[in-house]
Structure formats: structure tokens, C-alpha cells
């Protein structure tokens, strides 16, 4: 097989990407690196305000949109086909991750986890691949899992660690049927990663503090992670680098599952 230089490898010009929950966070640190790798990119999210931030009205735009929502979804599609011309990859990474203990979690809080954190994936994965069958020339999709889709970070999210094992399952088998269209579909697990949504869930004081905190110290690389180490890793699943995998999930975690 020839070899490519890796320039080349990595090079995403004339490519089409969506990141969902891409206006803040791990999401923007992915669209950052895929759009520097020189994708064209559509950050699909809620928040308008720091959505719009970081378009250039040209090669990265912004659609506001509930992942969670099969209508919004479907516009989200077309809207990436319209813009762009198409979709090469998309990147399934808005998330949600409300601290409840289970004994007090109503089914309304199960559910709206389950349907921003798993939900969305399917609905996404579903649309996504559909327009990339029907382009013909394969594609990649990347799912944003979590470390707890293989063991528990804290309490309080018995909700989240479910919907995230079940990302991770769904994971495994759509890269199994969508292998013979050349989708390749692989995640990222995330540990502890600085971002608005992290910021949010440490109010001074309370349990949730102390949870965060018990965290920390088990990091052996001693620092929370920064977006930017999520979307290198994301380049590199988005790009030739990554010709040989599918059905995988990357952990990036500062070591914190070792300890
Ligand atoms: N930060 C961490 O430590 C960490 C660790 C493991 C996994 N993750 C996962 O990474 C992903 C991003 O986390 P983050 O910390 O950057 O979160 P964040 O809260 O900082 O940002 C999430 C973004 O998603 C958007 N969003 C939320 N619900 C949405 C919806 N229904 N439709 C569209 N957009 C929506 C928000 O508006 C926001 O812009 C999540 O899936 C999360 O579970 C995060």
C-alpha cells in the first residue's frame, strides 16, 4: 500500500463535519482542531450566543438545535447538505450530566438524560449515515462516551453512566453494520475534562465539591484535562491517521481509570 506523507494523513480540506454541543467545551476544542485540519464545520448546540462565537460565516457554521429532537435533527442534516454539500463526519458529543442520587431521581430526570446523552446518538447516527450511504464514499462517526461508560466516576449519576454504557454498546454495533458502506464509527471516553459544564457542577461547598475533589486526587497525571486533549483525538479518529479502526473506544483520561 502506498504511503502517504503525513501531512496528507491529516489533511480534512474539501471534508464536511458537524459537532453537536460543539458552541462550548470539549466540543469547541474538537471543532477547533478539525476546522485548523482544514474541514469545513457545523456546530449544531443549543446555545446560540456561544454558538455563533466561533463562525467565520464561511467554513465553520453554527445551526441551533436540540439533538434530542428527531425534527431538529433531520434539519440538521439537510442544513449541513445545503451549506456544505455533504457530510463526511460527525462528531456526537452533547451531553448532559445533572448530579442527582438515585433515590431521588425522578423518571423525568432519568429520561431527559437518556434522551440528550443516547437518544440523540441514535437519532444522529440514523440521519448521518443515511446521507453518507447515499454520497457513496463512506464516512466517520465519533461518539463522545465518558470513562463512566466503563466504571463510575462519582455519585450521582447513575442516569449518566447508563446512557453512556449504552452509547458505548451502540457504538460497537453500528460500526458493525455500517462497515460495508466504509462508516467507520468509533468513541472517545473523556475522565475529567476543565469545561463550562464541569465549572457548573462545583458550587463552593456541598457533596458535589467533595466528589470532585476525591476525583482529582485520583488523577495520576495531577491536572483535569483541557478540551484541546479531546480534539487532537478527534482529529486523528477523523482523519487518515485512524485508516484501520472502527468499533473502538479511546480512552483519555490522565490515567484516572488506572487508579
Ligand atoms: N467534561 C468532562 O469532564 C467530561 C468527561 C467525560 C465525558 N464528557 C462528555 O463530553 C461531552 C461534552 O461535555 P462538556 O463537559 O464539554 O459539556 P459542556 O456542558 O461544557 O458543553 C456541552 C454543550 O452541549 C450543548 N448541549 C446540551 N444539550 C444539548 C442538546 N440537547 N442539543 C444540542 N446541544 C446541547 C450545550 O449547550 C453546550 O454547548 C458530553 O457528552 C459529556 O458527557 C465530559
Request: glycine letters at 22%.
Given at each position: 500500500m502506498e504511503q502517504k506523507p503525513i501531512s496528507e494523513l491529516i489533511n480534512l480540506s474539501g471534508k464536511n463535519a458537524i459537532v453537536t454541543g460543539?458552541?462550548?467545551?470539549i466540543g469547541l476544542g474538537i471543532v477547533s482542531r478539525l476546522a485548523e485540519a482544514g474541514a469545513n464545520v457545523l456546530i449544531a448546540d443549543l446555545d446560540e450566543k456561544e454558538g455563533e462565537k466561533s463562525t467565520d460565516g464561511k467554513k465553520v457554521k453554527f445551526l441551533k438545535t436540540d439533538v434530542s429532537q428527531e425534527e431538529e435533527v433531520k434539519k440538521m442534516i439537510e442544513t449541513v447538505a445545503k451549506e456544505f454539500g455533504g457530510l463526511d463526519i460527525i462528531v456526537n458529543n452533547a451531553g448532559i450530566y445533572p448530579q442527582k442520587p438515585v433515590s431521588h431521581m425522578t423518571k423525568e430526570d432519568f429520561d431527559k438524560v437518556m434522551s440528550v446523552n443516547l437518544r440523540s446518538v441514535f437519532l444522529c447516527t440514523r440521519e448521518a449515515s443515511k446521507q453518507m450511504i447515499s454520497q457513496g464514499h463512506g464516512g466517520r462517526i465519533i461518539n463522545i462516551t465518558s470513562i463512566d461508560a466503563l466504571h463510575p466516576s462519582m455519585i450521582g449519576l447513575a442516569h449518566y453512566d447508563a446512557s453512556k454504557h449504552g452509547v458505548w454498546g451502540f457504538t460497537k454495533n453500528s460500526a458493525l453494520e455500517l462497515a460495508e458502506h466504509k462508516i467507520w464509527v468509533n468513541a472517545i471516553a473523556p475522565g475529567g475534562i476543565a469545561t463550562p459544564g464541569v465549572a457548573k457542577m462545583s458550587?463552593?461547598?456541598g457533596d458535589v465539591k467533595k466528589n470532585i475533589e476525591a476525583f482529582m486526587a485520583k488523577i495520576p497525571m495531577r491536572r483535569m484535562g483541557e478540551p484541546d486533549d479531546i480534539g487532537k483525538v478527534a482529529l486523528f479518529l477523523a482523519s487518515?491517521?485512524?485508516?484501520?479502526?472502527?468499533g473502538s473506544q479511546i480512552v483519555v483520561d490522565g490515567g484516572v481509570l488506572l487508579s
Open positions: 460543539g458552541a462550548v467545551g458550587p463552593s461547598g487518515d491517521l485512524a485508516s484501520y479502526m472502527t
